[in-house]
Every structure is written in C-alpha cells, then in structure tokens.
T-cell receptor, first 114, second 117 residues
Framework: DGGITQSPKYLFRKEGQNVTLSCEQNLNHDAMYWYRQDPGQGLRLIYYSQIVNDFQKGDIAEGYSVSREKKESFPLTVTSAQKNPTAFYLC?????????????FGQGTRLTVV | AQSVTQLDSQVPVFEEAPVELRCNYSSSVSVYLFWYVQYPNQGLQLLLKYLSGSTLVESINGFEAEFNKSQTSFHLRKPSVHISDTAEYFCAVSSNAGGTSYGKLTFGQGTILTVHP
C-alpha cells in the first residue's frame, strides 16, 4: 500500500533532550512537510522540502531541525531549544502539480515532555 | 501571504439536520482550496478540493463546498449529517502559482463538528 508512515505514534521526552520523529513515504512524492498541531490553532508549518538535500523553514522552525538525504525520508528533530514541544506532529507529502495538488498525511506522532 | 479563517470553532448539530462549516481566505495570488477531515488521534484525510472549473465540488460521502471568489469563501455543507460525521474539519489553501510553492498548505484553525443523536 502506498502511503506515509510516521513513527513512533507516541513519544515521551525529558526536558533538555533531543528527539527525532520519523517520516517515510512510498508515494514517490518530491515534496514533504512537517506540521505542528495544537488545540484551536490548526496546523502550522515547521519545515518543508521539495527536493532531496534541500529544505526550507516554515512559520515556526525555531527549535526544530530536519534533513532530506533520501526522497522517501524526512525526519524531524525536536531540539532542547524548542520551549514548548508538547504537541501532535504531522508529516505530509505531495507530488508535482501535474500529479495532483493535495497533500497526503501520516497518522501523526504525539510528543509529550515529561 | 495567505491566511484562512474558519468562523466557527465548534458546531453542534442533531443527526439528519443540515450543516454548514464556514471558511474564508485571503491571498494575493490565485489559490487551490481544500477541506480535510480529522478523526481523533489520526492524520488528516482529504474531503474535497477546488482546483478550477465548476465552483461547486462534491465528496463521495455527501459533503459539498462552493468556491465564491468575490466573497473569498469556500463553505462546506451537508444536507443531512450522520453520527459518523463527528470530527474536526480543516479548510486549507495553497498557491497555484507553481514554482516552489506547490503543496504548501495554509490551514484554518479547525471546526469541531459534533453530531448528536
């Protein structure tokens, strides 16, 4: 089945630790995205990448880092510099406009700082 | 820059009643418009989209949305809701200017639809 896989589904982090969220897609999409979801705030874009080895900051990139070494993978690291990391994180991908314009989403990772 | 405003954070409704979830957007360029649905602790699923052509678009489960360019709106409607429609609904826009902007979505704050028996 084609789709986007995020892991783990639940993640607990101690304050001061870095954690990495995994996102893998087998849709052959060029573009991948990370969003953060908080209650009542919708989804906010953290980082996005439209080609391997290139990525751009979104609206709330501070305290996060990404890499895009392979087309299929776009891991997100939540660093200790992120002041309020507890949230639901969603990864998405999309193809080029001629392939359709909607984004496909993974099932999310819920990160909790303990 | 683009922005999306969903005018209602929560909409309670009784089963089999009609519902409208309101969405307004602002953009300096032409846009594509989307409605996504999210069930608890899950990712987002595309409900319907407007790319071009007919301003009325429909989903397979009875929802429809109408693009109104003059009012910059894309309201979602269903004539008769079911208990299973209870979920959070997100309106989103992306630029259709091409280049490096494709697929990058700006979301509204979400509307929680609760269908009561």
């Amino acid at each position: 089945d084609g789709g986007i896989t995020q892991s783990p589904k639940y993640l607990f982090r101690k304050e001061g630790q870095n954690v990495t969220l995994s996102c893998e897609q087998n849709l052959n999409h060029d573009a991948m995205y990370w969003y953060r979801q908080d209650p009542g705030q919708g989804l906010r874009l953290i980082y996005y990448s439209q080609i391997v080895n290139d990525f751009q900051k979104g609206d709330i990139a501070e305290g996060y880092s990404v890499s895009r070494e392979k087309k299929e993978s776009f891991p997100l690291t939540v660093t200790s510099a992120q002041k309020n990391p507890t949230a639901f994180y969603l990864c998405a991908s999309s193809g080029r406009p001629r392939e359709g314009t909607e984004a496909f989403f993974g099932q999310g990772t819920r990160l909790t700082v303990v | 820059a683009q922005s999306v405003t969903q005018l209602d954070s929560q909409v309670p409704v009784f089963e089999e009643a009609p519902v409208e979830l309101r969405c307004n957007y602002s953009s300096s360029v032409s846009v594509y418009l989307f409605w996504y649905v999210q069930y608890p602790n899950q990712g987002l699923q595309l409900l319907l989209k407007y790319l071009s052509g007919s301003t009325l678009v429909e989903s397979i489960n009875g929802f429809e949305a109408e693009f109104n360019k003059s009012q910059t709106s894309f309201h979602l409607r269903k004539p008769s809701v079911h208990i299973s429609d209870t979920a959070e609904y997100f309106c989103a826009v992306s630029s259709n200017a091409g280049g490096t902007s494709y697929g990058k979505l700006t979301f509204g704050q979400g509307t929680i639809l609760t269908v009561h028996p």
